[in-house]
């Protein structure tokens, strides 16, 4: 448990640094720029993350699953991961125009090109990567990942008040990415080779190709509402809807990506440790909703005061959007550590046959919401995570050899608490209309609110009380069972 509190702690400071610098870009960036200009980036990435399915094709996990790592798998892995990123750079500068065409952007090709001139770079940046999280160096990744991105926020913010518009989303990215890829290649003994092993690449081939079968259809899944509302319903649409989706995923990347990513190199070491591989996944599980339930709760409860206050008048249709979706992220928030069960025991296929079913009840969703509105299509998107989150942790509890009850013994403190913050954060709203400041009623919510999580959780749950004072200090206890 020290390693993955150790790992934590430093994924933990970049991910504090990285939701600063977000929150910074949407007081001041986004009251800058039009939400047009987020449609058309998010139209960008859903085309990216696509794209990026392919560049690696999940060698970067299997680096660090594996048991015994030579030589010759890390120059394997760097020579496919480089030669797919040139091919995929090559096929995105080739459909770029006809995916501009497609949406009636102009401005979408010029960023699906700029995005893909950074390919080529990053594929020198996966092998030490995977290396440094295998080695539990997170303190030295965490200093690379916080100092690009606020390198990136300065160039965004400087980008956008000099006129740049739309470019100044994507320009940065591209720019900083050179200097990040070259850091990691300093301080690592690794160093690129095109000498690959056809004995590696099979070796590999079995944990990787299942797990890249998981995100090809886990992204088919998870962006198929992003191409349906924005040729449906256009990109002002789609960047009110696209800033909705990244409230809701937030604790999903910040709380469990910090977890998931520090959790991962630990299990696999764990895996033939019944007792120890359940007790650490049970103990960062309820972590992860200790932080993330009261999060998107108390967003759905202020999240009109927030989005007034936040982002401005002009983004009031955020509003309603966030109302299914912050119950949705509750789901995800747990659901999300899931996935590192399966890849820590080398249940890839597992993974693959969970990701296609989920993938079937997302899609149904969103197509039959969508012959209604977005609200509708939300509504639908939660309901089909429930059966989702139902099944991933059936599967889960019989692979750590657990029961229901225990799991639901972890989750219970997240859920009391956190439902009576919401009844106090509701009641808080409903008297709004005396406070006549936006502002004021959020502030109100946020701190009456989480003293009253507090307060619940150190009076009614003595072992998460504990929890949550160690996990400000970024460590993960073992808690007593009762």
């Not at 960008?44 to 794209?51: K, L, N, T």
């Not at 790592?69 to 459909?95: C, R, Y």
């Not at 033939?272 to 599980?285: R, V």
Request: glycine letters at 6%; one cysteine or more; hydrophobic letters at 55%.
């Amino acid at each position: 448990m020290n390693q993955v509190a150790n790992n934590a702690r430093w994924l933990a400071i970049a991910q504090i640094i990285r939701l600063g610098i977000q929150l910074l870009s949407v007081t001041i960036v986004a009251r800058i720029l039009s939400p047009e200009y987020y449609g058309i980036v998010a139209l960008s990435s859903a085309v990216m993350a696509f794209i990026n399915l392919f560049k690696d094709l999940g060698i970067g996990a299997s680096l660090v699953q594996t048991k015994v790592l030579s030589q010759a798998h890390k120059n394997t892995a760097f020579v496919i991961s480089f030669f797919m990123s040139v091919l995929l750079m090559v096929i995105v500068l080739v459909g770029a125009p006809f995916i501009a065409n497609y949406y009636h952007e102009a401005d979408l090709k010029w960023i699906l090109i700029i995005v893909s001139l950074g390919f080529p770079i990053s594929s020198f940046g996966i092998v030490p990567t995977s290396l440094m999280e295998r080695e539990g160096r997170f303190k030295q990744l965490a200093m690379i990942e916080a100092i690009t991105n606020f390198i990136a926020f300065v160039m965004t913010l400087t980008l956008a008040l000099t006129g740049f518009g739309v470019y100044s989303l994507v320009l940065p990215s591209l720019l900083v990415l050179p200097f990040s890829q070259f850091w990691l290649l300093k301080i690592n003994t690794w160093r690129p080779s095109f000498k690959a092993s056809k004995e590696s690449m099979n070796t590999m081939f079995g944990f990787s190709a299942n797990l890249t079968g998981f995100n090809l259809i886990n992204f088919f899944s998870r962006n198929l509402d992003v191409f349906i509302v924005g040729k449906l319903l256009g990109t002002i649409a789609l960047g009110l809807y696209s800033t909705a989706m990244k409230l809701m995923l937030m604790p999903l990347q910040t709380i469990t990506y910090v977890s998931n990513r520090a959790l991962f190199p630990v299990l696999s070491q764990l895996q033939h440790d019944e007792i120890a591989f359940k007790n650490t996944y049970f103990n960062a599980l309820t972590y992860v909703s200790l932080i993330t339930f009261p999060m998107m709760l108390g967003l759905w409860s202020c999240r009109e005061a927030f989005v007034q206050s936040i982002y401005g008048n002009k983004w009031l249709g955020l509003t309603d959007l966030l109302n299914w979706l912050c119950l949705t992220g509750v789901l995800q928030s747990i659901n999300s550590t899931t996935g590192t069960v399966f890849m820590s025991k080398g249940k890839t296929y597992t993974l693959f046959k969970l990701g296609f079913y989920s993938a079937i009840l997302q899609i149904t969703a969103f197509y039959f919401g969508s012959q209604y509105d977005i609200n509708v299509m939300c509504e639908f998107y939660f309901i089909a995570n429930i059966f989702i989150v139902i099944t991933h942790f059936a599967l889960v509890i019989r692979l750590v050899n657990a029961s229901g009850s225990e799991l639901m013994d972890r989750l219970k403190p997240a859920i009391v608490s956190s439902s009576l913050m919401l009844l106090i954060a509701t009641i808080i709203e409903l008297l709004s209309d005396n406070f006549h400041n936006s502002f004021l009623t959020l502030m109100l919510q946020v701190l009456i609110g989480a003293t009253a999580y507090l307060i619940s959780l150190r009076v009614m749950f003595p072992n998460a009380w504990t929890l949550l004072l160690s996990s400000l200090k970024i460590k993960i206890p073992r808690l007593k069972t009762s």
